[in-house]
C-alpha cells in the first residue's frame, strides 16, 4: 500500500464541516469521491483534524492508503479536475506506512479574520466577521497573552467533546492589523485545539475588546477560578485553518 | 422630489450583470425591489454604469428621485436591511434635482485581479482570474503605458455597443503587485470605458505580458494600423467596479 499526504484548501461555505457524515455533504466525502474516480475503488481519507460546518482551510491535511502509486506532483493536477471549484489540493508527498494526518500533526495554526468595515465588505463576507464596532486590540493583546503557554482549556472548548485530557500549548496568540483592507486577523498557534476552542476563544478575546471581560478574567477562568471568561462561540465562516506543521516534514 | 445618490458594493457571481433585465436577476433589481419597501411605491435607479454579468463592485453609484426624505444617513441601514449579503449599499448623498449618477460621473475606476498561485486561492476564486504562468509585469506595464491617454479605443470594445464616439481617456493604467497575498491587480482609471473595454485590455496586456503581443502592436492598434492588438475578453470575475469619481461631490 502506498500512504499519501495531501495538503487541501478549501471555502467552507456550502459543506457541513470536513468529516463524513450519513446525512450531509462534507469536505471528506467530496474528496473521497475524486480519489475513488482515480485509483477505481473507495478509499478513505483521515484528515488532521475536522472543522466545522462553514470553516475554511487554506492548509488541512489529510492521509490515505492507496492500491497503486501515482506520482505525487501529479496528483494536485488530477485531483482538482474532478473536484468543484470551492476545494482544491495544493500538495501531496508520499510518506511512510504508518504516517497519519492526524497523529503525526505537530501543530496547527488557525486565523481567525474580522472585517473592521463600517459596512461589510462584500468580497470578503464568506470569509471574515464583520465588526465595525470600537475594539481596543491593545487590550485583546494582553488578553492574548494570557491563553498563550500550557493550559488545561477545558472552560474553552463546546459541551459534547470525547477527549479527557485537555490541556493544550498555545506557542502564540497573534493579532495582525491589515489597515488597507480593514481587516484584524487573529492567528492561532498550537499543539492542538478542542472542540470550537479556537472559535469560543475568539469570543473571549472580542469581548475583552469591547471592555466587557477583563485579561485578568480570562486568566481567573483559565485557572478554574471564574466561571464566565469562555466565548461565546464566534461565527464559523471568520474562521480558517491555516496550516498543519508537520517537524518530519517541514518544507510540506 | 429628492434626488439621492447612492453608493453601492456588490458581489456580481450570482446575478445577470447591474441593469434591468425582463427575464433574468440584476442587481438593479434587487436594488429597486428594496427601495419600494421603503417608499411603498415603484421607484426607479439609474446606475452610473452597466457592469457586466458576474462583474463586482466596490464602488457602483446610483441616483434614484423619491416622494418623500428619509434622512441620508440612515438609508444604507435601511436598506441593507432589506438587501441580500451579496450587495451592501455603503452610502448616500442627497442630490440637486438635476443631478444624474451617469451623466455627472466624472472618471470612474476599475480593478482586475489576477491570482498569481501555483493553485487557485480558494477564497479569492469569485473574484480573480487565476493566472499562475509566466507574466513579465514590465513588458506588461510598457503595453498600460501605450493606453494611457487620449485614445480611439474602438477596436478595444466589444461587438454591439450602440456608441458613436469611442474616444475616451484613461488617466492611468497601473499594476500592483500584492506579494503577501500572491496577486496582481491592475487598475485602470479613465474618463468612460465602452462596451467590456475594461476586459478587453486586460485581455491585450496579459498576451503583451505572456510574449504574443508587444507594446509596439498595442500602439499600432489604437492607431488603427494593426488588427490584431485587442483582447481577448478577460473573464468577467476578474473584474470590479472600485469607484465612481464626482467632481462636485469630492468627498463622497
Redesign the interface.
Given at each position: 500500500m502506498f500512504n499519501t499526504l495531501i495538503r487541501i484548501?478549501?471555502?467552507g461555505t456550502c459543506y457541513s464541516g470536513f468529516q463524513f457524515q450519513e446525512n450531509a455533504l462534507t469536505i471528506q466525502e467530496v474528496l473521497e469521491r475524486a480519489l475513488g474516480v482515480i485509483y477505481k475503488q473507495p478509499l478513505r481519507i483521515n484528515g488532521a483534524g475536522r472543522t466545522d460546518a462553514g470553516v475554511?482551510a487554506?492548509g488541512q491535511a489529510a492521509t490515505f492508503r492507496a492500491p497503486f502509486r501515482v506520482e505525487a506532483e501529479k496528483l494536485?493536477h488530477a485531483l482538482?479536475c474532478l473536484l468543484p471549484?470551492?476545494?482544491?489540493?495544493?500538495g501531496a508527498v508520499e510518506v511512510s506506512e504508518n504516517f497519519h494526518a492526524r497523529f503525526q500533526a505537530g501543530r496547527k495554526i488557525y486565523s481567525y479574520t474580522l472585517d473592521r468595515a463600517?459596512?461589510?465588505?462584500?468580497?470578503k463576507?464568506?470569509?471574515s466577521l464583520h465588526h465595525p464596532g470600537d475594539l481596543n486590540l491593545e487590550i485583546m493583546r494582553d488578553a492574548a497573552k494570557q491563553f498563550t503557554g500550557k493550559h488545561d482549556f477545558k472552560a474553552f472548548r463546546a459541551a459534547g467533546s470525547p477527549v479527557s485530557d485537555t490541556t493544550r500549548t498555545l506557542y502564540s496568540v497573534k493579532l495582525k492589523e491589515v489597515a488597507e483592507e480593514q481587516l484584524v486577523i487573529i492567528y492561532f498557534e498550537g499543539s492542538g485545539f478542542l472542540y470550537r476552542m479556537a472559535r469560543i476563544l475568539t469570543g473571549s478575546l472580542l469581548r475583552a475588546g469591547t471592555g466587557t471581560l477583563s485579561p485578568e478574567q480570562i486568566k481567573a477562568t483559565l485557572e478554574g477560578q471564574y466561571p464566565g471568561g469562555a466565548g461565546p462561540t464566534a461565527p464559523a465562516h471568520g474562521l480558517?485553518l491555516e496550516k498543519v506543521i508537520y517537524s518530519l516534514l517541514p518544507g510540506f
Open positions: 484548501t478549501y471555502d475554511h487554506r494536485p482538482n471549484s470551492d476545494i482544491v489540493v495544493t463600517p459596512f461589510p465588505q462584500v468580497t463576507r464568506l470569509y480558517c
